[in-house]
């Protein structure tokens, strides 16, 4: 329920009685007395430090990176950047020409992104769901198998990949040791997992095997919040698992839910630091995603008013997306407590 | 008097947390101390490792001399020019740096680097110490060059010679159809599983330096050129379209070259390759300090092979003027011994030690005549330099084109790998990186 001005909230402190009760008569001043002026200075100079640095490490860069977007950057004005041409739109214009070969590239990769995001998020869930209604038994060697879920989340990112990238070798990688030399699983021919088609899969392997175990963190402690009364009360009434799942399990962890999808989708969107490691400067064309093709554009063709069209279009796309996510999906304060 | 304790505290603290960000953005790489400079070597040894150790004596010897410390970091190739870009961007790189020849005049344009001339080019002792075909490398035509030649490199064709004893190859192939024949004779199943496990041929498939520079040999071998007369790319004219083709096809149609080297980045690997008797030939600029490490003696070198064996001008082309060249940062605060270095690493007694270390060619005359360069190999490298190189496009452009030609083939291999490449697919994959080029000039 909304405050009002019949019970003080913020609406009365605007407003203007319609009528005076007693003319003439002095009115006590509405000003704060001084300590308490005082008082309420306090939260802006503990709120400081984390802003000022907000504004200088986050914010500050981010209106660069627009600014960039407008100018033609390249490596003949690089060093003096400030007195680059501004050329306007012309930066989105080459950007989203689907006639030209760097738009097409762009509108494609815009929609594999789309969907990498969805595969990689959805696989994530179900394993870091899974993983967390498993571990949430009591049972010999939970703490031993809950910290080993944990390792590919606690390796540093490049170690991983890089392990990844050689394991996915053609000619000397385990992968194919594996599937073709010791199982004779996929044939007599060695794939190639970097290359081509394969690419988009081994990438989507890497990118869950970091990503899992941070749903599976978030959900496990979203499921400590659930009262196991509530269990007990719907297995007397004879629902079943997947019942008591559905019904329970879910809706209970639904606002630790709503802030999770939205977060490992946008890291997942955004993803460069897998690919880079994977593939190198260039991915292959059926692995290519948004943040790659930006840095080619901008470090590849050193055409960096591109890279930062392209950047501002991501951001523009993934603000309304962010905006109507937490409007439509996560829960709305009061009402879902 | 708590509240306004609290408050100063956490001014304090702001004050204090900003300062120390501030103090995080200064300083960089540029030491402010005067007797230490900082240098970017790129890797000319077997390693980063190996490079270090080889350039130590000649950094401890500029020490003793002048009272300069350097502090020295290798870079990795497929790290360098990004690195060099990020100095660039920032300001903020070392005081002395190498880099590829072929991207001279590309950063050249970036105005980042100081120009050859008054106090750096007296300290070097002047251009006419140098050799031609390298000093032409340190800018574009008709500039003030931003970099000074290092080490010298051309293109050889280096093979296995017990390979090709044992395939009854008498002598190294001449043109383009004797060195595909004879590739195929080397491709053989030795393990009865009917699939070859040695291969007449071996590259660093998903290189985009060694591609490009593949691109821009086998396009001039072919009559063409990856730029016209008025500086318009031409990545998809018919020769140049031929050129490419000739050099995936040996991987998509001769079948010469083993699939699994479209995976290779690194040229270390393919020279493994015909260490370990995995391939009989490659093409290669100093492969001698692989060899020497790996106590490998079973080794042959030869011209590249060109469409006719008498082919001379543009179709005589084997390779591009290559090399590593030095530039000082203008930002430097220390330019005077920056300057310094220059001028000792270019001396003759350093040029013959570091070439010496590197297996790479002096450039400067007087170290030429070196007796540590008058080897078989040597001869090979510097006719190939003379008398069969032209430089990689002196255009401020040429970063841009070295990318987007070495990418295409680069995808190019990775499709031959995993399937079949027509001619279609190399005109749309070299038309694609022309659009792009001229997109970006």
Known sequence: MSHSALDGGPAAAGSTPAFDPEPGRPKASTALPVRKRRRSFLPYGLIAPAAILELLIHIGPMLLGI??????LTQLNLTNWLNAPFVGLQNFINGLNPESTIGQAFFSTVGRTLFYTIMVVGFSWVLGMAGAVFLSSNFKGRALLRTFFLVPYAL????????????????????NQILVDTFRLVGDERPFWLLGQNSFGAMIVVNVWQLWP???????????????????????????LWQQFRTITLPMVRPANGVLLMVMSLWTFNQFNIPFVLFGA???????????????NSFGSWNFGLGGAMSVLLLIALFIASVFYIRMVLPKGADND | MKNPLKVISAVAATVALALGLSGCGGGGSSQASSDTITYWASDQGNSLDDTATKLKPSLDRFTEKTGVKVQLEVISWTDLYNRILTAVTSGDGPDVLNIGNTWAVTLQETGAFEPVEGELLNA??????????????????????????????????????????????????????EFV????????????????????????????????????????????SLFDKDGKPTFDSDPQVAGVKQFVDLMAVDKVMSPSDAEISQGAQKVDNLINGKAAMMFDQSPLKNFAARDFKDWGVAPIPMMTADATGGRGTQSHVAGINLSVFKNSDNKANAIKLAAFLTSDEEQVALNKAYSSLPVVTAASKDAAFQTEEVKAKNDALSNHSLPMPLIAKEGQMETLTGTAIKNLFAKAATGTVTENDIKAALKDANNQMAAAQ
């Open chain 1, 67 to 72: 600014w960039i977007a407008f100018i033609s």
């Open chain 2, 124 to 177: 070097i002792g002047g251009k006419d110490r140098f050799l031609k075909t390298s000093w032409s490398t340190g800018g574009a035509e008709g500039k003030t060059p931003t970099s000074v030649p290092l080490y010298g490199l051309a293109y050889n064709m280096y093979y296995n010679t017990k390979m090709f004893k044992e395939a009854g190859i008498e002598k190294a192939p001449t043109t383009w159809d």
């Open chain 1, 214 to 240: 941070f749903a599976f963190l978030m959900l496990m402690a979203a499921l400590q919040n659930v009262p196991h009364d509530v269990y007990e009360a719907a297995a007397i009434d004879g629902a079943s």
């Open chain 2, 181 to 224: 024949a004879d590739a195929k004779k080397l491709t053989k199943d030795t393990n009865g599983d009917g699939k070859p496990d040695q291969w007449g041929f071996t590259a660093a498939g998903a290189s985009v330096s060694a591609n490009s520079h593949q691109a821009f040999v086998r396009g001039l071998q072919n009559g063409g």
């Open chain 1, 156 to 175: 540093p990112a490049y170690v991983g990949t890089i392990a990844w990238a050689f394991m996915f070798n053609q000619r000397d990688g385990a992968v």
């Open chain 1, 282 to 296: 260039s991915s292959p064309k059926e692995a290519t995603l948004i943040s790659p093709l930006i840095y080619q």
